[in-house]
């Protein structure tokens, strides 16, 4: 006989088509019967917790999650313990403050680049490929990449500033293309310590740097999956921040995952195995923070292109799992592999978006010519 809990859980899948135990790929199986009280009471971090620990199985996650995040499951759902401690943490404290800045590197950047080389390919960009007129992710990041730089007009000599540079590859391929001078800036040691082989011999400056202490010139400036570690708390005094070093008649291009609501968004399971004290930024957001400093010029939304990149992640991660399980051990694999899932199914079902904005001071004379 069901308990109310399976009963509760079955009701909330149905209308995502999803069978407990059912045999289509993305069914969810249960092999530990407490996963149903774990869900009702812990929401998304009870279920994230109990796959990482073997209690349900899934042929297909990101089509579990495609599914699920397709059927308007937050109004069925409400809300989880979890989700309200991190609703009124998020509005008592600054999670995003100087002193946590560092915490995200230490915690994901800085977990081994054993991992993140041979996932990401060899342009190392840790970002939404750009798949317009690309069949592989080496070839969508360099066009992802190109992209950015023809969107910012970028000319020979010119100075380039990357908050939140990563391994240097905007750097590598702003410098090595276009022959501009690129100062970067990360909070992670790793990323540095790579990034600066990477870059060497190129006119390119990476820096273990928070943006808060910034205080130079740039005709450019760009960030690249950066905003969603600043939140919501900080965003007028990051923009006033690019806006203090960035030339009058210079661009800044924002590229940044986005949500369609807003609020608080950060996935409990998310922040707190993944990306701790991540926020997504809404339109709204990212709109009444630039209100009096910049005139937006340009918005291109490509976050469907984010499943195929990180389905492209996925397959890589996996192909290199062997040669570097010794070192992640745990429930590190399962962790990864429904990181990554949920988030290619989170894409596909457009409930998470991938924006790249550009701005300008005082507006581009005669008009911004838009760039696809």
């Given at each position: ?120 390919g060899k342009t190392m960009a ?10 592989t992710l080496d070839k969508a ?84 999956g950066m905003f969603e570690h ?143």
């Amino acid at each position: 006989m069901k308990n109310n809990s399976e009963k509760w859980l079955q009701k909330i899948l149905e209308p995502a088509k999803i069978k407990i135990n059912g045999t289509n790929p993305w069914d969810i199986r249960i092999i530990n019967p407490k996963l149903y009280n774990r869900v009702k009471i812990n929401g998304s971090l009870g279920l994230g917790e109990a796959y990482m620990e073997g209690w349900w199985e899934c042929d297909k996650l990101d089509e579990f999650f495609y599914r699920i995040l397709s059927s308007d499951i937050y109004s069925r759902v409400g809300l989880s313990l979890p989700i309200l401690f991190g609703f009124i943490k998020a509005k008592l404290f600054n999670l995003q403050a100087v002193k946590r800045a560092f915490e995200v590197g230490e915690k994901h950047y800085d977990i081994g680049n054993d991992l993140f080389e041979p996932m990401l390919g060899k342009t190392m960009a840790y970002s939404c490929g750009y798949w317009r007129n690309s069949k592989t992710l080496d070839k969508a990041q360099e066009a992802k990449l190109d992209l950015i730089c023809k969107k910012l007009d970028l000319k020979k000599g010119q100075t380039v500033l990357d908050i939140g540079c990563g391994w240097g590859s905007f750097a590598y391929h702003a410098a090595k293309n276009y022959g501009v001078k690129v100062v970067g800036i990360t909070v992670s040691k790793e990323q540095v310590k790579l990034g600066q082989k990477i870059c060497k011999g190129l006119p390119v400056e990476l820096r273990l740097q928070n943006y808060e202490s910034l205080n130079e010139k740039f005709d450019h400036i760009v960030s690249v999956g950066m905003f969603e570690h600043v939140g919501e708390k900080n965003y007028k005094n990051f923009f006033k921040i690019v806006k203090k070093c960035l030339k009058e008649d210079g661009l800044f291009l924002l590229h940044t995952i986005g949500s369609l609501t807003t609020g608080n968004n950060a996935d409990p399971w998310m922040n707190k195995y993944i990306f701790p004290n991540g926020m997504l930024p809404s339109l709204k957001h990212i709109t009444s923070n630039t209100e009096g400093l910049f005139v937006i010029e340009d918005v291109h939304n490509f976050g469907a292109d984010y499943d195929k990149t990180l389905m492209q992640w996925h397959k890589n991660f996996n192909k290199s799992w062997p040669k570097i399980k010794d070192k992640y051990q745990g429930d590190f694999y399962r962790m990864w592999n429904y990181y990554l899932l949920s988030c290619a199914g989170a894409f596909r079902s457009r409930d998470a978006q991938l924006w790249q904005i550009v701005l300008s001071p005082h507006g581009v004379p005669r008009g911004y010519k838009s760039i696809r």
